[in-house]
Each structure stands twice: as C-alpha cells, then as structure tokens.
C-alpha cells in the first residue's frame, strides 16, 4: 500500500502562483509513477500532470505551459508548480500514484491522496 498526502493548497489571486507537495509513504519502492489530478466544480476528476521513474511527463492539455510537474529521485515526494493561475483552475488538487505497468501511459492511477483544495479568486 501506499499512502499519499498533498499539502500547499490556498486561496490565490489570478495570475498568481502554487506550489503543490505530495508525501509518498508505506511501499514506494512499488512506484512507477505519480501526478496530480484535479476536480473543478461541476466537472469530473481530470488529469493535470503526471511523471514516470524515467522522468518522462504527461500534462493535460490546460496545463501546458503553466504547470510544471516533478519529484524527488527516491519517490518521496512530487511537486506541482502552477503558474498564472486563473479562476478556472478553482477546484480540489489529488495526488496519485501508479504501480508499474507496461505502458504507463495508457493506465489510471492505482493509489490515491484526499485532496487539497486551490481556490483562485478574480
């Protein structure tokens, strides 16, 4: 099992900045991939980033170029730095972890966090 804790959510202008951290814990050493998803009201659960072993990223579509993913070398950890935030971004920020898979791209997410929320007001 693997336990995960977000931290680093708040209220934030638009334009302004987050940094998001996740805390792996119990059995890392079974992590091939972590990344963050989000809910914003009234949508369902997205995909905002994800990173491999291998350093390779996944970003969904709205975040390119404003969200910037990584993590610590020993899966301790992954951040989500997100830039020129805009109210649209409102919603609660998860992080997630994937055990290894042949092709991790094409998988969901195996564990799960509870969730930090990011408001962003205008």
């Known amino acids: 099992q693997v336990q995960l804790m977000e931290s680093g959510g708040g209220l934030v202008q638009a334009g302004g900045s987050l940094r998001l951290s996740c805390t792996a814990s119990?059995?890392?050493?079974?992590?091939?991939?972590m990344g963050w998803y989000r809910q914003t009201p009234g949508n369902q659960r997205e995909k905002v980033a994800r990173i491999n072993t291998g350093g390779s990223t996944d970003y969904g579509d709205f975040g390119k170029g404003r969200f910037t993913i990584s993590r610590d070398n020993g899966w301790k950890a992954v951040y989500l730095r997100m830039n020129d935030l805009k109210p649209e971004d409102t919603g609660v920020y998860y992080c997630?972890?994937?055990?290894?898979?042949?092709?991790?791209?094409?998988?969901?997410?195996?564990?799960w966090g509870n969730g930090t929320l990011v408001t962003i007001s205008s």
């Open positions: 119990g059995s890392i050493w079974n992590i091939n991939a």
């Open positions: 997630a972890a994937q055990i290894p898979r042949s092709n991790w791209i094409l998988y969901g997410m195996d564990y």
